[in-house]
């Protein structure tokens, strides 16, 4: 059976596109990033709680919030979610060549925030060198919904907290891959990925 890296937050879209997959046959492996202080150690325990509802047995936590701290301190504020997108690809494809996966699962979904303008996806493939799969890519936000409704993961979705605040007032809906290379330069963001650390969680257990 082919092995998948899913990007998993404590949101609606990334849960249903888990479970897509995982029908199409795919055994999925969740990671989450933990952006601590961007974000509430809630997060950990939603998404804890969606793989159980998912039959997902395997989740690691990416401890991704102090790479981040570094480079919003470095960055043009405007690029962050497509460096910190680019970023989440690189640790999953870390994550990847430990498991043996082939590929990295994403929520995205067309336009529905910035770093998913067709300009920025085609940018952050450009971080990794593995295949993305996108299965809610062309649904509208009520279509994935009503998915989450079915699969039984809205409700633990929409419990609070809610949206990270890394996001900028105003994000870039268009770059160039020079840009980003340049902002990630600016950020030393090959050295940080590789002091990220990836934890293998207990999923239904109490550790965040």
Same mark, same amino acid.
């Given at each position: 059976?082919?092995?998948?890296?899913?990007?998993?937050?404590?949101?609606?879209?990334?849960?249903?596109?888990?479970?897509?997959?995982?029908?199409?046959? *795919?055994?999925?492996?969740? *990671?989450?990033?933990?952006?601590?202080?961007?974000?509430?150690?809630?997060?950990?325990?939603? +998404?804890?709680?969606?793989?159980?509802?998912?039959?997902?047995?395997? *989740?690691?936590?990416?401890?991704?919030? &102090?790479?981040?701290?570094?480079?919003?301190?470095?960055?043009?504020?405007?690029?962050?979610?497509?460096?910190?997108?680019?970023?989440?690809?690189?640790?999953?494809?870390?994550?990847?060549?430990?498991?043996?996966?082939?590929?990295?699962?994403?929520?995205?979904?067309?336009?529905?925030?910035?770093s998913q303008t067709l300009?920025? *996806?085609?940018?952050?493939?450009?971080?990794?060198?593995?295949?993305?799969?996108?299965? &809610? &890519?062309?649904?509208?936000?009520?279509?994935?919904?009503?998915?989450?409704?079915?699969?039984? +993961?809205?409700?633990?979705?929409?419990?609070?907290?809610?949206?990270?605040?890394?996001?900028?007032?105003?994000?870039? +809906?268009?770059?160039?891959?020079?840009?980003? /290379?340049?902002? /990630?330069?600016?950020?030393?963001?090959?050295?940080?990925?590789?002091?990220?650390?990836?934890?293998?969680?207990?999923?239904?257990?109490?550790?965040?």
């Amino acid at each position: 059976m082919k092995k998948a890296i899913a990007l998993l937050s404590s949101g609606i879209d990334s849960p249903v596109a888990a479970q897509i997959m995982k029908e199409k046959g *795919l055994e999925i492996i969740g *990671l989450h990033m933990d952006s601590r202080p961007f974000t509430d150690s809630r997060q950990i325990s939603k +998404t804890k709680r969606l793989c159980s509802k998912l039959g997902i047995k395997k *989740l690691y936590i990416a401890r991704h919030g &102090l790479a981040m701290s570094e480079i919003i301190r470095n960055i043009n504020r405007r690029f962050t979610c497509i460096v910190c997108r680019r970023l989440m690809f690189r640790t999953a494809e870390r994550l990847a060549e430990k498991e043996k996966a082939d590929f990295i699962i994403t929520g995205e979904n067309l336009g529905q925030v910035a770093s998913q303008t067709l300009d920025n *996806l085609a940018i952050n493939d450009r971080a990794t060198g593995m295949i993305i799969l996108r299965p &809610l &890519l062309c649904y509208d936000k009520q279509e994935i919904v009503n998915m989450a409704k079915e699969i039984g +993961t809205y409700e633990i979705s929409i419990e609070p907290p809610g949206c990270c605040r890394l996001v900028p007032k105003n994000p870039a +809906t268009k770059s160039t891959i020079e840009q980003i /290379e340049k902002e /990630e330069a600016r950020a030393g963001v090959s050295n940080l990925v590789d002091n990220i650390v990836i934890e293998k969680a207990v999923i239904g257990g109490a550790q965040d």
